[in-house]
């Protein structure tokens, strides 16, 4: 069995590579890489049911371009 605390991720760009993530520390916002920037997800009070079992959900929030 796994340790890892995982949430699932709603809104932002459609094709994410990944919807389901790794989170660390929980309940801290979420920055994820996505082509030359960083899409930001912020922390619910949801939670919903995955193949991974019941998650916190996570809204995206903002994206922000890494700087050069």
């Known amino acids: 069995m796994s ?4 949430a699932v991720l709603e809104g932002g760009p459609k094709d994410l ?3 389901i993530v790794p989170i660390t520390p929980p309940g801290v916002e979420l920055k994820v ?3 030359g920037g960083y899409e930001h997800f912020k922390v619910t009070n949801r939670e919903a049911d995955t193949p991974e079992g ?5 809204e ?3 994206r ?3 700087a050069e």
């Open 33 to 35: 890489e996505y082509h």
């Open 60 to 62: 995206w929030s903002d």
């Open 64 to 66: 922000t371009r890494i």
């Open 54 to 58: 019941r998650l916190r959900v996570y």
């Open 3 to 6: 340790n890892v605390v995982k």
């Open 17 to 19: 590579p990944a919807r």
